[in-house]
């Protein structure tokens, strides 16, 4: 079974800092795609950034960028220019190629963005 | 309006009682899903369907059942709702095909509290 991990609970960073968040997986697959999703105080699931696993290079959307590891099986999300707006919980998620979309997530992290 | 809509947004009921929570999507998908929400544990999958013949269960379906009503609507049901029940429910939708992203839709959520 696949499972997902994201180690820090809760963190916090200054606005217009960068922060990075922790997702390490594990999984006996080679063709799979992972997710960072955002759920903000409406509690909305909104997505983040996405990466395929054949893909040797990171996804970056704007600020938010990732460090896939393949090997490692990690898949760090960073945050550049923090921004108040980005408070919320992330989720890591993954999937199998053929696994129908049924996404495993990890059990998030509550990031709060001080002023 | 919502892509994927979810009535009710909130819910608080007694032990015992019968529950369901309605999801319909207007983006013409044929693969949904419903996940249950705790804190620390992230997203769990309970059951999906990926068109209206096909139900399937996922992690923890123990005490939910479905209904595929259509290609647009899936319900969630709780014959007997109890206690641990209370968690915020996710209805989703994907794409099927060659071209498909592996990214999940998902509706406002359900809070459900059970006493």
């Known amino acids: 079974a696949q499972t997902v991990t994201q180690s820090q609970p809760e963190m916090s960073v200054q606005e217009a800092e960068t922060v990075t968040l922790s997702c390490t997986y594990d999984?006996?697959?080679?063709?799979?795609?992972l997710f960072w999703y955002k759920q903000p105080p409406s509690r909305q699931m909104i997505l983040v950034i996405r990466?395929?696993?054949?893909?040797?290079q990171n996804a970056t959307e704007n600020r938010f960028s990732v460090n896939f590891q393949k090997a490692a099986k990690s898949f760090s999300l960073k945050i550049s220019d923090s921004q108040l707006g980005d408070t919320a919980m992330y989720f890591c998620?993954?999937?199998?190629?053929?696994?129908?979309?049924?996404?495993?997530f990890g059990g998030g992290t509550r990031l709060m963005v001080k002023p | 309006d919502a892509d994927v809509t979810q009535t009710p947004r909130n819910r608080i009921t007694k032990t015992g009682k019968r529950i369901m929570l309605e999801c319909s999507q207007t983006?013409?998908?044929?693969?949904m899903y419903w996940y249950r929400q705790d804190p620390g544990l992230g997203l769990r999958l309970i059951y999906y369907?990926?068109?209206?013949?096909?139900?399937n269960k996922g992690e923890i379906s123990d005490g939910y059942s479905v209904s595929r009503q259509a290609q647009a609507k899936f319900s969630l049901s709780l014959e007997s709702a109890i206690p641990n029940q209370t968690a915020l429910y996710f209805c989703?939708?994907?794409?099927?095909?060659?071209?498909?992203?592996?990214?999940?839709?998902f509706g406002e959520g359900s809070r459900l509290t059970v006493l």
């Open positions: 983006k013409g998908h044929d693969r």
């Open positions: 999984t006996s697959e080679s063709n799979y795609y």
């Open positions: 369907s990926f068109d209206v013949k096909d139900i």
């Open positions: 990466q395929e696993a054949y893909k040797q």
């Open positions: 989703a939708t994907s794409e099927t095909g060659t071209g498909h992203t592996g990214e999940l839709f």
């Open positions: 998620a993954f999937t199998v190629g053929n696994a129908g979309n049924m996404l495993t």
